[in-house]
């Protein structure tokens, strides 16, 4: 299943109001953590899976990546991304994740910012990623964390007056699709246990480097008191991940 929500327009322009919309890499709540597991990108060949508007792409390129392509399933989304980039080092693909096809070898760095939970087999990607990265190549990548999306109702417990009891986590050995809602529309998810990322990782030949789970700092809760809820749960998993040489 190749899912495509954000060529609709109700949805897209929901995703339009998002802060990490708006504001970009600084309006996404793990950006602080993400980029502290990004490799130097000066000469570089970097590409981005599922690159939306191309923030990291313009990002890379900022720090003196060589050439940058940008691969999305969405129309609209690559649509803004162009508008908002002038840069001819940097190339925009609307090619699914999953039929992607690059020369091996081609690419220095391989990013992917919270797409990988839309794909079906994790594992393809990976074997995907270690044959078109340059040996000692990094593999950087955020998805939605196993502990978030371990249930269809992808949201908390409240008590009778709706204060926030506990994050549930149930059915999270069984892997495969969650039907969840995002933006109030309807999505379809796929759940997999954290040891599935790590594992198939190792399988197709990469050294796991750093793994991180998503926390609110303190400047982030001082903003917004409510995201001090952020740290009951983590919502996000971030990899770094280098292919063995």
């Known amino acids: 299943m190749k899912q495509n929500k954000y060529d609709d327009s109700h949805f897209f322009s929901e995703y339009k109001k998002m802060a990490r919309s708006v ?5 996404a709540g793990e950006w602080a953590i993400f980029k502290t597991l990004l490799p130097e990108f000066k000469n570089k060949d ?10 990291h792409c313009r990002y890379a390129r900022e720090n003196q990546a060589k050439s940058v392509i940008g691969v999305d399933i969405s129309e609209k989304m690559l649509q803004t991304a162009q508008e ?6 940097i190339t925009y693909l609307k ?3 999953e039929e992607i096809n690059f020369s091996d070898a081609q690419f220095d760095v391989v990013i992917s910012s919270l797409a990988f939970h839309y794909i ?3 594992g393809g990607i990976c074997e995907k990623v270690s044959q078109y990265l340059k040996p000692g190549g990094s593999f950087v990548f ?8 371990s249930r269809n109702q992808q949201d908390w417990y409240y008590d009778e007056e709706g204060r926030l009891l506990h994050w549930p986590v149930d059915h999270y050995q069984r892997e495969g699709i969650r039907e969840t809602t995002f933006l109030t529309e309807h999505v379809m998810k796929y759940h997999r246990t954290f040891s599935t990322y790590i594992n ?7 050294e796991i480097n750093a793994v991180r789970e998503s926390m609110a700092s303190e400047e982030m809760i001082k903003i917004n008191p ?9 919502m996000f998993l971030m990899i770094s991940a280098e292919k063995k040489t």
């Open 46 to 55: 970097v590409l981005d899976l599922g690159c939306g508007f191309g923030w």
């Open 142 to 149: 955020s998805v939605e964390h196993p502990i978030f999306t």
């Open 120 to 122: 079906e087999s994790f």
């Open 95 to 97: 090619i699914p994740i």
């Open 226 to 234: 409510e995201m001090e809820n952020e740290n009951r749960r983590p």
């Open 84 to 89: 908002k980039t002038d840069d001819p080092m």
């Open 23 to 27: 504001d970009g890499l600084e309006g």
């Open 200 to 206: 198939d990782l190792i399988g197709a030949g990469f």
